[in-house]
């Protein structure tokens, strides 16, 4: 009776975890589908699109995000952040599309002119995250 006791105790405890931890995941996954839909062109058969995509699959959370703690953001990700919030757009995808569209118009620089701008990067096939997260995906 006592294991029985243990394993319905640490089996709530599992759960209640989980059910903590699950929507702040959702929030990103949310937003990383809706990069996803707007800039990665799966079905291409152009060799620059599918190494975009490549990168994309391989930074996964990257993309926005930098270091182990999901609440550091690289440059794009804190660019975002300005137009989004995890807790009240996450379901909300015309905010989520209008908001990669200003963010793709700003500069990686803003004190810069001649910086690239977000959607220049993806454009040319490269992540948007400035400094070492500019990744070509080039094949």
Known sequence: MRLVCHVLAFGLCVAALLAWWSP???????????????????????AKDQAFKAAVDKAKCKVCHEGKAKKNRNVYGRALAKFLSRKTDKENKPKIQASL???AAMKIDP??????????LIKQGKLPAGDGQQQAASP
């Open 24 to 46: 702040r995941a959702q929030a990103d996954k949310a937003f990383f589908d809706e990069f996803v839909a707007k800039y990665v062109k799966a079905d291409s058969e152009n």
């Open 111 to 120: 004190g810069d002119q001649k910086s690239p701008t977000f959607g220049d």
């Open 101 to 103: 569209d200003k963010v």
